[in-house]
């Protein structure tokens, strides 16, 4: 038995099945994607004044490394463009330029992965400290000399644990002063650069690092951030099964395999098109 | 390459592709492809499900019923299993009692009722209907009863986690669903919410599997207007779920966060649980959980009834041998309906202290939502009138659906008026109206869908006076369980509360109380009335009636023309449509029905 | 299987001079989207002094962007009208699921709800 229309497009409709597919699925990822965006916009915009250290702002802006964001913007964009250029490839039935143009796709998917979690790490050891007399801090934690561990979450200080473990103070490299739009603060004279600050324990009212539970900034951040990471990590295993194991169909039926790769680079642009929005909201607004 | 050639070729190879090896075991029913095979596993998986979720509510019933007192039979066991604080002495506690209110809910609903309806009815029909060999997506359709079924098990496991099952109602309200175990990340909820991801995914991919085999492979000359309405019923069913769904799983994946994380998407600023201030950030919105809950589940509540809807309209046409009384119209309608209950939602949150204007927004699109539902029941009655009807088991059950949905849509009404729901929110009022939709509605729907397409699964006809005998019974127990809630929810008795509500509310009225007794045993009743079904159902399998023909209702729709049961691949030779799905009684044929695969 | 294969490789040689300009387009959009990406970043540092006027700058920009890849590597300029309506559909639904929701927990009694002040 077989079904139609498989790569063939069927004449009403003018599409083959797995095109019909891809978009519906799309349609959905637009809901979902779309779901977790108003869920940002909602919280922000009803978020208490006051409740973020150091702007006057409910919501912290400005925390996210914007030169890495960008970075990363450029790899996604890169590979968007290499595997349209793949598939386009293909058409002209030059099979070793597609190849190595999903080979670079791949590479990319995975280099901007390797940058999210350099950056997510980033995130684990800064603390927002606030003190019992109302200021508040935020910066790189070292406690009895030494860092928070790296993915460690059971390493991640709380003030009960501070207390538990007798621990006095801390110290903390502390951020650049912001303004009331997160852009960093040129003081004459001050310097701005992670001056270290030493806090007693009995000073301090809340202390929590840039994770989850601390705001809900960072709990939609790590949210859709870990959800999109997840899109890229599905479409590169995909787009990498292609460019090896199933480029075998190449041989047998090229029009099928023609269709595979356009069908995983629509799913690839969506996954840059998500991309494209998120970089301004949580970087840059 | 033109259409036809592909179907040729398609049907050319069915036959060797299927005599060269027989499939294993496994193959042939666990990881099969064929999509009535899976429509069989999804009817199986569900029909337990439900049996299970019965049960769950005859517990509760006994409780409501009989405060105080032992389980009768499972009272120890229960004990047993879930430990002396949640059912000391086999009674029911309140946490007991939370959890199976929860649980039945979100069985009933999700994997129970949908899985029938969409993935067995659907995934058996569909195809046969539209003249496809198959799904467009076969693997895929597999993939969507195993993560279904995974989602199934993640759900049962929770009842034994240490602390017990979800249980904050199937609408998993923050912040009352992340306090319930504070000490414990790993509580029943998380499993729900893990459930819920699974269950969720499952009809993704069906969805996307639904639609792209309805635009895709219909058969030639089977035009949109010629498709039978069950056929538009789960091609709307299958976009609700496909939009409807991704915002509650991001919201599901919001909640988890909360749970196991510790985040606050849903928690406010200074929560305070038995009296010490909860340490969490806050800053989160309950009100954005109910938002994302119920833009799924306004349009899922449409998703339990338009395929019931579906059957019901292809039992009718068959059964009082006349074309459906407005088949366009009811396309159309079904149309809105489903376009409407995307903008319905908030009218689940009318007591959350909306303003006016939003109430009042929600109030007209819910109102308007009634007119095309009202205009799908008037065909459906008008399409009885001067119809030689058959009385058999199918058909009692289709034509006892109409007025029970009838009053199920009709007493939501009251519910719609923000001024009314102020009142009748959360009473036992509200149950009743959707259980009139959902129980003797959809559940007679699909017991007709049984009794009418058995044949053609099995190749053998079910027992028509077993079938008469659970239609009476079914028909008497659900109006004697069900009524009285109207009554309960005026005097003013709670839902969701094992004393209805009287310690924390003391006007309830004691008459309404003292109808829980009859409404329990009325609920036994439903149970035994069951008994014949049951029976009938197994023992028809192996010795039921044999068919004489493919086509033993007399029945103009495609599923019919397959060879019964139908082979993978489902027809001997290509179909084609020639003419529109209901030609009954066409006068001047030679005989009072007309398939759609005959040709002109 | 294999005579239609044949076909279908055949039939790639009739859309060589196409796809050769379409790659030159995907080129040009591939620029025009790091071109975006910069100005987007630039515009951060510009102080609007309305938080309005910036979210709409980058929403803008962000828009364009978008409707670029979508037009061009998602080849959205020549589809189907059956994927059109599929888009119209969700883009409908995504709008009122935001603006619904945002309206429905804004429009209460006195808009006093959750616009508390923190305190620590
Ligand atoms: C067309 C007529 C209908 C109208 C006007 C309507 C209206 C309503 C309203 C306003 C509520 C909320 C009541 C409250 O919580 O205070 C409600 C609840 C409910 N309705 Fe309907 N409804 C209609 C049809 C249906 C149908 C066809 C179904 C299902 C097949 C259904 C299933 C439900 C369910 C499950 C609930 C309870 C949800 C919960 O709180 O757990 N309704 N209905
Ligand atoms: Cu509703």
């Given amino acids: 038995m077989e079904i139609p229309y498989t790569y063939k497009a069927r004449p009403d409709t003018g599409l083959y099945n797995a095109k019909v597919g891809i978009w519906l699925f799309l349609a959905s990822e637009i809901m979902l994607f779309g779901a977790l965006f108003s869920a940002y916009i909602l919280l922000r915009v009803s978020a208490p004044d006051g409740f973020w250290p150091d702007v006057a702002l409910a919501w912290p802006r400005g925390l996210l490394n914007i030169p890495i964001g960008t970075f990363n913007t450029a790899v996604l964009i890169t590979s968007s463009v290499t595997v349209v250029l793949a598939w386009a490839a293909l058409k002209m039935n030059n099979f070793a330029r597609f190849r190595w143009l999903m080979v670079v796709t791949v590479i990319c998917a995975f280099a901007f992965l390797g940058i999210k979690s350099f950056e997510y790490n980033d995130k684990f050891s800064h603390y927002v400290v606030r003190l019992k007399d109302g200021k508040a801090v935020t910066g790189h934690l070292e406690v009895n000399g030494k860092h928070p561990g790296f993915w460690n979450f059971a390493d991640q200080w709380s003030l009960g644990r501070l207390e538990a473990e007798k621990v006095e103070h801390i110290e903390i490299a502390v951020d650049p002063a912001r303004d009331i739009h997160g852009h960093v603060k040129h003081v004459e004279g001050a310097s701005h650069d992670h001056a270290k600050q030493k806090i007693a324990t009995a000073d301090i009212a809340f202390l929590g690092s840039y994770t989850p539970a601390t705001h809900p900034f960072f709990a939609v951040y790590f949210l859709i951030t870990a959800l999109h990471g997840l899109h890229v990590l599905g479409g590169a295993l995909v787009l990498a099964y292609f460019a090896f194991p199933g480029a075998k169909m190449w041989k047998t039926n090229p029009e099928q395999f023609t269709n595979r790769i356009e069908v995983g680079g629509l799913f690839w642009h969506f996954v840059d098109l998500v991309w494209i929005f998120l970089f301004p909201v949580v970087y840059l607004l | ?600 | 299987m294999s005579e239609q294969s044949h076909n279908a490789a055949a039939s790639h040689d009739d859309h060589d001079h196409d796809i050769a300009s379409h790659i030159k387009t995907y080129l040009i959009i591939f620029g025009a989207l790091l071109l975006g990406t910069v100005i987007t970043v630039l515009m951060y540092y510009v102080d609007f002094s309305s938080m309005a006027v910036t979210v709409g700058v980058a929403l803008f920009i962000a828009s364009i962007k978008a409707f670029l890849v979508a037009a061009y590597f998602m080849h959205l300029m020549s589809e189907k009208k059956l994927v059109y309506s599929l888009l119209v559909i969700s883009a409908i639904f995504f709008t009122g699921l935001m603006g619904l929701t945002l309206w429905g927990t804004h429009d209460t009694p006195k808009n006093t709800l959750m616009k508390t002040v923190y305190v620590p």
């Fill in chain 2, 1 to 600: 390459m033109q259409a036809t050639d592909t179907h040729a070729h398609a049907h050319g190879q069915k036959g060797h592709s299927h005599d060269h090896h027989e499939p294993g075991f496994f193959s042939k029913y666990i990881f099969s492809t064929d999509h009535k095979v899976i429509g069989v596993q999804y009817g199986v998986a569900s029909l337990i499900f439900l049996f299970f979720g019965f049960l769950l509510v005859l517990a509760m019933r006994f409780q409501l019923a009989n405060p105080g007192k032992p389980i009768p039979v499972v009272g120890a066991l229960l004990e047993k299993l879930l430990g002396s604080d949640m059912a000391p002495g086999g009674n029911l506690s309140g946490d007991l009692y939370n959890s199976f209110g929860a649980m039945h809910g979100t069985i009933m609903v999700f994997l129970a009722i949908v899985p029938i309806l969409f993935g067995a009815f659907g995934n058996y029909v569909t195809p046969l209907q539209i003249g496809a060999p198959d799904m467009a997506f076969p693997r895929l359709n597999m993939a969507s009863f195993h993560v279904y079924f995974i989602g199934g098990v993640v759900m049962f496991a929770s009842f034994f986690t240490p602390g017990g099952t979800a249980r904050s109602g199937w609408t998993s309200y923050s912040p009352l669903a992340s306090v319930t175990d504070l000490a414990n990340r790993f509580d029943g909820q998380t499993y729900w919410l893990i459930g819920m991801v699974f269950l969720i995914t499952s009809s993704l991919l069906g969805s996307v599997n639904f639609i792209a085999t309805i635009i895709q492979l219909r058969c030639r000359g089977m035009s949109w207007m010629r498709m039978p309405f069950f056929v538009w019923a789960q091609f709307v069913t299958a976009f609700l779920l496909l939009l409807a769904f991704p915002p509650l799983e991001a919201a599901g994946l919001m909640q988890l966060m909360d749970n196991l994380f510790g985040s606050s998407f849903f928690l406010p600023q200074g929560l305070v649980v038995n009296g010490t201030a909860l340490a969490v950030s806050g800053g989160g919105s309950p009100l954005l959980w109910q938002h994302l809950f119920w833009f799924l589940g306004h349009p899922e509540v449409y998703v339990l009834i338009l395929p019931a809807i579906g059957i019901v309209s292809e039992v009718i046409a068959n059964n009082t041998r006349k074309p459906l009384w407005g088949y366009k119209s009811m396309v159309y309608s079904t149309m809105s309906v489903g376009f409407l209950s995307f903008i319905v939602w908030a009218h689940h949150m009318y007591l959350t202290g909306m303003g006016t204007k939003i109430a009042t927004f929600f109030q007209t699109t819910t109102m308007m939502i009634s007119i095309p539902s009202v205009i799908i029941l008037t065909a459906l009655f008008i399409s009885l009138w001067g119809g030689s009807i058959r009385f058999n088991a199918a058909s009692l059950f289709a034509l006892s659906f109409l007025p029970m949905f009838g009053i199920g849509g009709l007493t939501g009404l009251p519910l719609g008026f923000n001024a009314s729901d102020i009142y009748l929110h959360d009473s036992y009022y509200v149950i009743g109206h959707f259980h009139y939709v959902v129980a003797p509605g959809t559940m007679f729907a699909v017991f007709a869908g049984i009794y009418y397409w058995f044949p053609k699964i099995t190749g053998r006809m079910m027992n028509e006076t077993l079938g008469k005998l659970h239609w009476a019974g079914s028909l008497f127990f659900m109006n004697c369980v069900f009524a009285p809630m109207f009554i309960q929810g005026f005097k003013g008795m709670s839902r969701r509360m094992y004393d209805g509500g009287t310690t924390y509310f003391e006007g309830v009225d004691p008459t309404a109380l003292s109808l829980n007794k009859m409404i329990t045993m009325c609920a036994v009743g439903l149970g035994v009335a069951q008994l014949p079904f049951i029976i009938n159902f197994f023992s028809s399998i192996f010795v039921g009636k044999k068919v004489s023909s493919d086509n033993p209702w007399d029945a103009t729709t495609l599923e019919w023309a397959t060879p019964t049961p139908p082979p993978h691949g489902n027809f001997a030779s290509e179909p084609v449509a020639y003419r529109g799905p209901y030609e009954y009684s066409v006068p001047g044929a030679k005989s009072d029905f007309t398939p759609q695969s005959e040709k002109p």
